[in-house]
């Protein structure tokens, strides 16, 4: 076994044509074969190989298989973006009538997401609170997928996996997990019982804000009941790879939510730093978490504080760090504003996972749409600014943000 960054370096890794280092970028749509027969055997699911980018392309597949040795799964399907990951890794195994059982403090796209399900006859209930027997609750005779973040964005409630998996599985559901804000760095939630694994890749496996792109991992484990889901009988034949291929025979290839093979590129590149900026990310997050803690009138919520409700959680299933992500309510909208606007190094934008520290006022933006319930169930607050913590120097960080709190104390 060797240690995470050597594995990102060097697991999953071809050689490649003229001894190149880096995996090259196949800018191609579409693959030419020797023989009518040879095409057929790949059509037929009889041989591998490639055929038309939409469907795969070797420089995404690259990044396909790092990320499955990283997530310690099977197969991989990178996506055009965290949501199609999200979308097919739920679709694939979901009809009309189906239900869907899922954690409280979601992404706001996936909420959106699961509202748009609902007019296909997918229902999606969600959990009062992150805890097993919440889910156990929930579950009914037409439940077909489990899903949870492993860290809440921007909730920052954390999910105790093998316990939620657990659950799932003794109903005989697949438990999907969005791994997004803890990335494989900190956590491999296929380990730990689940069967799916997505990234949104956009945010720290790409790690530079270059690319937007997800990918979701199966742990090639699961096994689906043919009656519970109709839809996988005719792959079940394929053993481990039923999901992946009744994926790429129909959904992900129909609905054309493919990787670019540039953007695949960008992200094997990125990827070869994520253990070290992850370090880093984690180390400045937990620095400036206990730093804003000791402001009078801040409430800071992350896991790595024991006042966290699930800092017990964090304790137990991450090793190495709590994620990147904090958020802390300042008393009013008003001043959350002001403190944003005052803030001299972090960038005022929509995302996470960047090298450099972003700020937003999730309200009255990602979380704009939502109604007031769905808000709270999501952790966000008028008063609330979540931070991104990037790499910068920690000293920096600190004195950046308070100067901006002590600009704004007088109210
Ligand atoms: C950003 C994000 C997504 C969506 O990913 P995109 O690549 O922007 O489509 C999904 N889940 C989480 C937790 C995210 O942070």
Redesign the pocket.
Known sequence: MSGFNTSLLHDGVDDYPNGATLVPIYQSSAFKHESAEELERIFDNKAMGFSYTRINNPTIEAFEKRITKLEKGFSSVAC???????FNSIANIVRQGDEVVASCG??G??VELFEDLESFGITVKYVADNKPECFEELITDKTRVVFA?TI??PKLDVTDIKAVADVAHAHGIPLIV?N??STPYLIQPITLGADVV?N????YINGSSDA???ILTFNGKFKFDKEKYPGLKPYLKFGPMAYIIKLRNGLFRNTGGCLSPQNAFLNNLGLETLGLRMERHCSNAYGLARYLDTFEGITVNYPGLESSPYHEVADKQFTKGYGAIITFRVGSKERAFKIINALKIPNIVS???DTKTLVIHPASTIALHLSGKDKEASGVYDDLIRVSVGIEDIDDLKEDFSAALESTDNE
Request: net charge negative; aromatic share 4%.
């Open positions: 055009s973006s965290g949501m199609a990951a999200i979601l992404y796209g996936t973040e809440g964005n969005d997004t804000v997505v949104s890749s956009s945010k937007i792109s997800g995302n996470i996972g």
